[in-house]
């Protein structure tokens, strides 16, 4: 066994393949943790080179098969679930699959969610191989939102490797019992899920603007008008729901139907935001994954009833304890992007901080004068032309400013020539290569016992 905590980031491009090996002193043996394999824009070939380094750190199982103890998928997105293919995973035997709630296709509380995406893709199918100006124009972004999730990897996911392995998936949340999550033996060391919330409509989708008048909402009665904005095909007549008035019915389908993309965006949030948060607890030392949760910033950052509520927010309001201590490890949110990590920077003209960034103080608190963090961080990142603003400037080098492990520059290649910028910020796998002028397959950082 060995006496280090171990955590890999693996270089896939613009997505997420993380490999943990944890120390459990009571077993005496290490537990090992993979989560997610995917990315987006980037090869199948890289992910099997990950998942192939991956089996060379695992131990011996039974019938000549390699021992992972947990994997666990953080929402359906490709970037976070394009690897599962059934021959990346022949010769590993697999104890637990923990997965996103928004991964179960009969969860009572996500109706109202998965009714939206469903009309979100009928919405948006008429449109896509439509031709004119606007729609080539706006091809990418339905092609987008239309292949958010890959369906293979989803079958795989649910059904084939559980029944391969043996073993049933855990959706798992906040609400998941504690018995349910225990992976180790050694009581120093604890696996939490901080979000999503189980009440998936409640929290994430909230009707997306389709409230009653009363306030009511259920997962039926959510379902039941997003089915009705967006009918299913070959259905002969279109009803409003029974607790909106016809006028407003008439009103609320013709602007939806008019802004598809906006109903689709809403999904795409909703998803991210029911990313499996984990926070893992060894021998005094936390790690948090965060996915790609994302914060919103309306409201003073709170949580609203009846909304589409940001992942930290809602867990700010309801696993805040678990938010209020330092971090030693963090892997940044979402590639980077500025709406996945708690922060925004001051009000230019009143210097005044956002709420929502006392988070991020808390989590990875500035080091005062002339004292040094112990907090490392790593984007797992790789800037595109459909995403220039991932990452996101501002918010690495404000990671940068907090955490131990800090570049002080980077070198970016224009042509010829090599540019240094003195700005810190935290090691991406974009950048590595860069760098240090080789192939940089991942990034790993080691913490010791207390």
């Known amino acids: ?74 929402h359906p997105h490709e970037d976070h679930h394009k690897g599962f293919e059934k021959e990346f995973f022949q010769g590993i035997k697999i104890e637990h699959i923990w997965l996103s709630p928004a ?32 729609l080539e124009q706006m091809q990418p972004e339905i092609q987008e939102l239309l292949s958010l999730s890959k369906s293979e990897a989803i079958e795989m996911l649910n059904d084939n490797l559980p029944n391969q392995n043996g073993i049933q998936p855990l959706y798992v949340t906040a609400d998941t ?5 225990k992976i180790f033996d050694d009581p120093a060391i604890k696996l939490k899920v901080l979000g999503p919330m189980s009440d998936i409509d409640r929290y994430y989708v909230g009707g997306a603007g389709l409230m009653t008048p009363s306030g009511e909402l259920t997962p039926d009665s959510l379902a039941e ?21 016809s006028q407003d019915f008439k009103l609320l389908r013709g602007s939806i139907q008019a802004s598809a993309l906006a109903a689709a965006s809403v ?67 979402h590639h980077g992007s500025e709406n996945a990590t708690p922060w925004k920077p001051p ?25 040094q963090t112990k907090a490392y961080a790593v984007a797992s990142t790789k800037r595109t032309s459909r995403w220039p603003s991932i990452p996101n400037a501002a918010l690495l080098e404000e990671i940068g400013k ?8 980077y070198v970016e290649k224009k042509g010829k020539t090599s540019v240094k910028a003195h700005v810190p910020q935290p090691p991406r796998t974009d950048l590595e290569r860069q760098l240090t002028h080789k192939p940089v397959p991942f990034i790993e950082i080691c913490l010791d016992l207390p």
């Open 103 to 134: 991964f179960d296709l009969e969860n009572p509380q996500a109706k109202g969610f998965r009714a939206l995406k469903s009309a979100a893709l009928r919405a948006l199918k008429p449109l896509d191989g439509l031709s004119g100006l606007a």
């Open 347 to 371: 009000d230019p003209k009143s210097g005044k901080e956002h709420p929502i960034n006392e988070i991020l103080n808390r989590l990875l608190p500035k080091p005062a004068d002339g004292e």
């Open 1 to 74: 066994m060995d006496d280090q905590l171990l955590v890999r980031v693996y270089n896939v491009g613009l997505g997420d393949c993380i490999y943990l090996r944890v120390p459990d002193l009571k077993l005496q043996r290490n537990v090992h943790i993979l989560v997610d394999c995917g990315n987006k824009f980037g090869s199948m070939d890289e992910l099997e080179k990950c998942i192939a380094d991956v089996k060379e750190h695992l131990p011996e199982a039974e019938a000549g098969k390699k021992r992972l103890d947990l994997l666990v998928v953080s």
């Open 267 to 333: 999904v795409g949030d909703a998803e991210n935001n029911l990313s499996a948060v984990l926070l893992l607890e060894w021998h005094g030392k936390r790690l948090l994954f965060s996915g790609d949760a994302e914060w919103k910033g309306a409201y003073a950052g709170a949580v609203q009833p009846g909304s589409s509520n940001g992942s930290w927010n809602v867990m700010w309001q309801e696993r805040k304890a678990d938010l209020s201590q330092p971090l030693d490890f963090y892997k940044i949110g």
């Open 402 to 409: 907090r955490v131990a492990n800090a570049r002080t520059e």
């Open 177 to 181: 019992p504690e018995e349910q999550l």
């Open 225 to 245: 008008r997003y089915q009705a904005i967006y009918p299913d095909p070959g259905s002969v007549e279109v009803k409003p729901p029974k607790n909106i008035s």
